[in-house]
């Protein structure tokens, strides 16, 4: 197909019903035909274990045919040739019914469904490998990992009534003949999934002159590509793992935990279960956060379950419990890893190309999975005659088997994070997301977003995503950055602010700014910069300290005042000294404050004796904020709010007592000294809720002992009380504030010095 003719997303998503059905479908002819049941078949047949492997391996080895396949894939088109493929393919295992005819002779059996497996095996290369480049072209990029997802969820109520219907039946019948129906039942159902191929658009022949040798001569392209060279390694290594388990995972659990056959099938029925639920999770990851921390994740936690394996012994008492974990786990970790490894070649490979690229990948995984399970098969049944025992733990076959697939799964991770993947997030920001906040809250809120949902509705869950702190939910608040409605953005905006900081936030967030004539939505874009700390930002945010309007001017200030770039500290002085608006001057003095810009006391206290001899009712709350930010410039901060705090809630009961306490840090040996802490001490005990003057003309006694003090805040103390001395009744937190900031200086011993 043509760029021209390419269909849209839209019209690609029509014809998902018929992907799904193909997929369902075909994987219900797999469960029946060529799954559990064929493996559990040969055993009872007599096969020995590492025949049993080699017809194991057989599927993924033939996968090697691939690229000879090529030039027919272009000759033909990919719909038509996959779909005739998979129905030839489930005829080749009508031999399997003749096999118990020759029990009597195992080589003759094996040969049968040797031979079976192998046309079956030629059928299924030549159907996958059309469907997989097709793939590139029907599936919506955007959304291939919600696809993979709900393939999983549509095959899962099949696989667990399948995987019931079948055990019931073979352990409730006798005799090899009862696995006659598993396989008539997966050949019908495996011709219906083949004719759902011819109802979904594109697959076409590719309009091309080249020859067959030139088709062939393409694959120089992808093997010039070390990028991709990698990802056919780490792809196949984890084939290998998924290839070799699914056939030894049954017979470990058959032939160590004395497991019946129809027990076993039901159980695997846990594996779709798994790979339903990880496909899911992992494709919602992906279309969120790209591939390579999402599969790293997943292959860390193989190794973790493939190590923890040969301790499972039929003694434990919830040896079956553990077994059907195993098989879930086995289904979740696998299969969303390949997942994963199946989304990254879709993405990366390129269209004109896409044949070559992925006949290479399909008959990679092939010779991982099937050459190297058959060693697997090699190796179980040498170490199962000559096991070896490491501390209490007997080694055997499938132990040395476990141990082995965890290096290369280790070895696939490796190689997996070393591959290009723009815009994708890093192993450790992912699995961050999960350790800040409530990330089962987020997950919760993200679901229920996706649903119609009213003006009010959504502004309640934007509202919850910021009380989540878990940054899951960032994509959800940048998405409502654009919702028609005002209220849901400006909630956004504010919910972005109380998220743990990221990149993609803060470029969000920044874009606000540039909203001219909305003014609340820049107000709270400031406001959320302040709270995330952005100093990349801090350019953009000092800009409007010379908007027109006051509110975005103070809003500006107090934000650079939570940065704290030191850049565009004089141009908050500078707004402290000159700007014409009380409360941009104020928010300026609360910056300072939070810089600890020592340099800014003198004009603080200016502010302060400006604002508390002002009748206005405003000026005196406004006075404790510039009485705040001194406090945070010496670093009292929480002793003067918790004690300013208190003597609101009980007047006169807490200054008193700062007095006292100070009295106690200045020498009574010296006779002047003395006069002035019997003074300070008079003036506490009289002080009550009424006037200030003489506890205040007490303090400002000690101005001789605060210049004695080698204490580095002494001479910012000294100024604090020189620059009110105009007042004569001080309001109780100035006091409070003298009180506690000269004791700080007082009590320190002498020759000592506080940077």
């Not at 469907?131 to 959304?143: A, C, G, N």
């Not at 010379?546 to 500290?569: C, F, Q, V, Y």
């Amino acid at each position: 197909m043509t760029a021209a003719s390419e269909l849209t997303d839209y019209a690609k998503l029509r014809r998902m019903p018929f992907y799904y059905a193909y997929s369902v479908l075909t994987a219900t002819a797999v469960l029946c035909g060529v799954g559990a049941p064929l493996v559990l078949f040969a055993a009872e047949l007599g096969i020995d274990k590492d025949r049993i492997g080699l017809i194991g391996g057989i599927l993924p080895l033939f996968q090697i045919l691939g690229i000879a396949s090529i030039p027919v894939v272009l000759r033909f088109g990919t719909k038509r040739l996959s779909a005739l493929a998979l129905l030839a393919r489930y005829l080749f295992l009508l031999p399997l019914f003749a096999a118990p005819m020759f029990i009597d002779a195992p080589n003759v059996v094996f040969l049968l469904i040797f031979g079976a497996v192998i046309c079956y095996a030629i059928g299924r290369t030549l159907s996958e490998v059309s469907v997989i480049p097709w793939s590139q072209e029907f599936l919506p990029r955007l959304v291939r990992g919600q696809i993979s997802g709900n393939l999983a969820i549509a095959y899962l109520p099949v696989a667990l009534i399948g995987s019931l219907l079948i055990q019931r039946w073979l352990d409730g019948q006798e005799g090899i003949e009862r696995f006659y129906p598993v396989f008539a039942f997966g050949i019908i159902v495996g011709i219906a999934g083949a004719l759902c191929l011819f109802g979904m658009p594109g697959g076409a022949p590719r309009p091309t002159t080249r020859t067959a040798r030139d088709a062939l001569a393409q694959l120089k392209v992808p093997l010039r590509d070390r990028n991709f060279l990698a990802f056919l390694y780490s792809s196949g290594s984890q084939f290998l793992v998924h290839s070799a388990l699914a056939v030894f995972l049954l017979l470990f659990f058959r032939e160590r935990l004395g497991i019946s056959s129809g027990q076993i099938v039901l159980m695997a029925a846990l594996i779709p279960v798994g790979s339903a639920a990880g496909s899911y999770a992992a494709g919602w990851f992906i279309d969120r956060h790209g591939t390579r921390a999402i599969r790293i994740t997943l292959q860390s936690l193989q190794v973790a379950m493939l190590l923890g394996l040969p301790f499972i012994h039929p003694e434990l008492p919830i040896v079956e419990f553990l077994a059907g974990m195993v098989f879930f786990l086995f289904g979740f970790l696998v299969q969303g890893a390949m997942v994963a490894g199946n989304i990254y070649m879709l993405n990366y490979v390129p269209p004109a190309d896409r044949e070559s690229y992925m006949a290479l990948a399909y008959s990679s995984d092939g010779i991982f999975g099937g050459g190297l399970t058959v060693i697997a098969g090699v190796l179980v049944q040498y170490f199962e005659h000559n096991a070896f025992v490491v501390g209490t733990t007997q080694f055997g076959g499938y132990e040395v088997l476990f141990f082995v697939t965890a290096l290369v799964t280790i070895s696939s991770a490796a190689v997996f994070a070393l591959l290009k993947e723009e815009g994708a997030t890093g192993v450790r920001d992912f699995l961050g997301q999960f350790s800040t906040g409530n990330p089962l809250r987020a997950l919760w809120g993200i679901q229920r977003s996706s649903s119609f949902t009213s003006e009010q509705r959504r502004r309640d869950l934007v509202y919850g995503f910021g009380g989540t702190g878990s940054t899951l939910a960032k994509d959800e608040l940048i998405s409502a950055l654009s919702d028609p409605s005002f209220d849901v953005r400006h909630e956004a905006i504010r919910a972005l602010g109380r998220l743990p900081p990221t990149p993609k936030a803060i470029r969000a967030v920044e874009t606000i700014l540039e909203y001219e004539g909305l003014i609340e939505l820049q107000y709270a874009a400031l406001d959320s910069l302040g709270q995330l700390q952005s100093r990349p930002s801090a350019g953009k945010i000092a800009g409007f300290l010379a908007d027109a309007n006051p509110l975005l001017r103070s809003r500006a200030a107090r934000s650079l005042g939570d940065i704290r770039d030191e850049t565009h500290l004089p141009a908050l002085r500078q707004m402290l000294d000159e700007d014409r608006d009380i409360d941009c001057r104020l928010a300026a003095a609360s910056a300072l404050g939070k810089y600890r810009d020592r340099d800014s006391i003198p004009a603080l206290v200016a502010i302060y004796c400006a604002q508390v001899t002002d009748t206005h009712a405003v000026s005196e709350p406004r006075s404790k904020v510039v009485l705040l930010a001194i406090a945070k410039i010496l670093g009292i901060e929480e002793k003067f709010a918790r004690n300013w705090r208190r003597e609101q809630r009980m007047p006169g009961y807490c200054l008193p007592g700062l007095l006292t306490r100070l009295a106690q840090n200045i020498d009574s040996v010296d006779t002047a000294k003395r006069t002035r802490r019997v003074a300070l001490e008079a003036a506490a005990a009289e002080l009550g809720t009424g006037p200030t003057a003489a506890s205040l003309s007490a303090l400002r006694a000690l101005r001789p002992d605060l210049a004695a003090s080698r204490h580095a805040d002494a001479l910012l103390v000294i100024a604090l009380l020189d620059g009110t001395t105009a007042i004569d009744n001080a309001h109780p937190a100035l006091m409070i504030l003298l009180a506690i900031a000269a004791r700080q200086v007082l009590r320190q011993p002498t020759g000592s010095t506080t940077k």
